[in-house]
C-alpha cells in the first residue's frame, strides 16, 4: 500500500502537513524561550547521566517527581524537536526535487526515527504515569499540573494558542480552496501526473 507522499491523490495532503508539522515546531522553538517557566527550554536541561539515573530510578520506583520534565523526557523532547526538524526540511528538500535519491531516503530515515522516539515518548508517559499515580496526558494538554498555580501562566498564553490554532485552520483552508497546493507546490502538478501516468498505461 502506498504511503500518503507516494500516492499522488494524498501528496498534496502529505505536503500540507509537513509545512503544518514545521509551523508548529517553529512555535514550539519560539515558546521554548519565551514561554511560561516549565515550557521554556531552560528549566529542563538536563545531563545524559541525570536521565540515566532518572529512569533507573524509575522502573525501581522510587524516581523523584518533576513539575517540569523530567530529565528523561526532557531528552525526548529535544529528540522530538531535532528529527521533527530534520524530517521536514528534507521533506521540503525533496518535495522540490533537491538532492535526489539520497535526499528521499534521508527523509524516510529521519520520519522512521522520529515514529520510533514518538512511540518511546508515549509508553515513557504512559509509565510515568501509572508509577506516580498521575495523569501526565491531561497536563500535557493542558499545560497544568499538580503543584503548579494556574496563575504562573502568562497572560497571554491562551490567546496564543487560539492564534495558533487559527493559523493552522486557516492554512488548511487555503490549501483546499487552492487545489491542494502548499507553498512551494505547482497546483497541477498532481492531475500532470496522473495524465502521464494514464497515457503511458494506454500505450502499453
Known amino acids: 500500500m502506498p504511503t500518503s507522499s ?95 535519491e539520497s535526499m528521499e531516503d534521508l527523509h524516510e530515515v529521519f520520519a522512521s526515527a522520529w515514529l520510533v522516539l514518538v512511540g518511546l515518548h508515549i509508553l515513557g508517559v504512559a509509565f510515568s504515569s501509572l508509577m506516580q499515580r498521575e495523569n501526565l496526558v491531561h497536563s500535557m494538554i493542558t499545560g497544568f499540573k499538580r503543584g503548579v498555580a494556574e496563575g504562573t501562566e502568562p497572560r497571554n498564553a491562551r490567546g496564543v494558542r487560539l492564534a495558533m490554532v487559527a493559523g493552522i485552520l486557516g492554512f488548511w483552508g487555503w490549501t483546499a480552496n487552492s487545489g491542494g497546493g502548499a507553498p512551494g507546490a505547482d497546483p497541477g502538478q498532481g492531475e500532470q501526473s496522473e495524465l502521464a501516468t494514464e497515457s503511458e498505461t494506454d500505450d502499453d
Open 6 to 100: 507516494e500516492s499522488e491523490r494524498l501528496r498534496n495532503v502529505h505536503v500540507a502537513l509537513g509545512y503544518t508539522v514545521l509551523g508548529l515546531l517553529a512555535f514550539r522553538l519560539v515558546w521554548g524561550f519565551i514561554g511560561p517557566r516549565y515550557a521554556r527550554f531552560s528549566s529542563f536541561v538536563h545531563s545524559p547521566v541525570a536521565a540515566f539515573r532518572y529512569l533507573r530510578d524509575e522502573v525501581r520506583g522510587c524516581a523523584p517527581r518533576y513539575v517540569g520534565h523530567n530529565p528523561a523526557g526532557s531528552w525526548a523532547v529535544f529528540g522530538l524537536l531535532i528529527l521533527g526538524v530534520a524530517t521536514g526540511v528534507t521533506g521540503y528538500l525533496n518535495f522540490n526535487e533537491q538532492g535526489g
